[in-house]
């Protein structure tokens, strides 16, 4: 059963960088037609999709986050990351990172991570 | 504000049908394939419905997916408690994108 699992500091102070790394164990993260991405939830909203990378380095940004987002992977340790640069209170949210398949269909979560920007 | 639309919140009985609808456009679920999620309170979204309208293994058939031009539905039938919720659907429009959210009261 594929598992992926969100590690990183919760709290972040405002202008710095934040930074994840979601593992996935019981199947490669070399997949073919599989995508890993991060998607986050404020307190209290909605979703909203921060972007995503093949196995091969391709990556997909959201156009709203492109400038400060950067996502990358690491196949020898079947983990791939995300980069926020110059956070605010506003980008306090659970972050998830899930895979998803060529048509954008999410099928296996990670539990998600609280990261909350303060001084 | 979504690009996808959906009502904020639906209810019915237990027992009775609902419906959630999505509304897009021809840049979104007009030329892509729409997946529905449910989020029950405390966890991670799970997927119900992929490519418009099939269930991955262990999603029972009371649930149920369509599309229609740039619109796309998710039905749940024989409503149960459980199945309280926030339900969102996604899709791709140049990047992915996913509705408000609709919160399921069953009451």
């Known amino acids: 059963q594929l598992q992926l699992q969100e590690s990183g500091p919760g709290l972040v102070k405002p202008s710095e960088t934040l930074s994840l790394t979601c593992t996935v164990s019981g199947g490669s993260i070399s997949s073919s037609s599989y995508y890993w991405g991060w998607i986050r939830q404020p307190p209290g909203k909605g979703l909203e999709w921060i972007g995503s990378i093949y196995y091969s380095g391709s990556t997909y940004y959201n156009p709203s986050l492109k400038s400060r987002v950067t996502i990358s992977v690491d196949t020898s340790k079947n983990q791939f990351s995300l980069k926020l640069s110059s956070v605010t209170a506003a980008d306090t949210a659970v972050y998830y990172c899930?895979?998803?398949?060529?048509?954008?269909?999410?099928?296996?979560w990670g539990q998600g991570t609280l990261v909350t920007v303060s001084s | 504000q979504s690009v996808l639309t959906q009502p904020p919140s639906v209810s019915a009985a237990p027992g009775q049908k609902v419906t959630i609808s999505c509304s897009g456009s021809s840049s979104n679920i007009g030329n892509n394939y729409v997946s529905w999620y449910q989020q029950l309170p405390g966890t991670a979204p799970k997927l119900l419905i992929y490519e418009n309208n099939k269930r991955p293994s262990g999603i029972p058939d009371r649930f149920s997916g369509s599309k229609s031009g740039t619109s796309a539905t998710l039905g749940i039938t024989g409503l149960q408690t459980g199945d309280e919720a926030d339900y969102y659907c996604g899709t791709w429009d140049s990047s992915g994108v996913f509705g408000g959210g609709t919160k399921l009261t069953v009451l």
């Open positions: 899930a895979r998803h398949d060529d048509y954008y269909a999410s099928d296996y």
